[in-house]
């Protein structure tokens, strides 16, 4: 059974959404990107539809730039590329207006600010998404990634020793944090992290 992401009550049953979260899941990011825009089309209020469509376009954008996308310049993609970022930025920006509060879209919101480089509006969006999920291990990583862009390593130890608390086995957020250890005090604080 899936459970809903909005709390705004259980989404209908729709057998093409369902089919679309399975090619997401399976990485087959083009058919499903177009499976949930179909849907989209009979049902234009399914949030939930809409936010997976999002984050199916801004995984394909990865794909395509073949890098992690808080790394991704907009102004280095391709054609493809960019295409399905303005579009999964136009789709996100009528989430924003209809699920302001939603740590789901303000934690997209700040991906796609980090991939413009908006390091300040970034924190704001994981500020808002951090208040109603504190401990999310993606919304934490992103907020110290965002914290390091600004140069503020100290703020961005804090976080990172807080993801590793929560998230033990989180390799990268170790790997951030021996990065941020040594940009904020030098390479000796930095070893038992990176070990």
């Known amino acids: 059974m899936h459970n809903p992401i909005f709390s705004s009550g259980m989404t209908p049953h729709i057998p093409q959404y369902s089919q ?19 849907v989209l089309a009979s049902h234009p209020t399914h949030a939930e539809c809409r936010l997976q469509l999002v984050k199916a376009c801004l995984d394909w954008v990865g794909v395509l730039a073949q ?8 102004e280095q993609l391709g054609g493809e590329a960019m295409h399905y970022l303005q579009f999964a930025q136009a789709q996100l920006d009528m989430l924003v207006k209809s699920h302001p509060a939603s740590p789901h879209v303000q934690s997209l919101q700040a991906t796609i600010y980090l991939i413009y480089g908006r390091a300040e509006d970034a924190l704001t969006s994981l500020k808002k998404a951090l208040a109603k999920d504190k401990h999310n291990p993606a919304l934490l990583y992103n907020q110290a990634y965002s914290l390091m862009q600004l140069g503020r390593y100290v703020e961005a130890v804090a976080v990172l020793e807080r993801l590793t608390v929560f998230s033990p086995n989180h390799g990268k957020g170790w790997y951030m944090l021996g990065v941020a250890r040594h940009a904020a005090g030098g390479l000796e604080e930095a070893l038992p992290a990176y070990r």
Do not use: N, S
Request: charged content about 15%.
């Open 67 to 74: 890098m992690p996308l808080v790394e991704v310049d907009p």
């Open 20 to 38: 679309a979260l399975q090619l997401f899941r399976q990485g087959a990011y083009p058919r499903a990107i177009t499976l949930f825009q179909q």
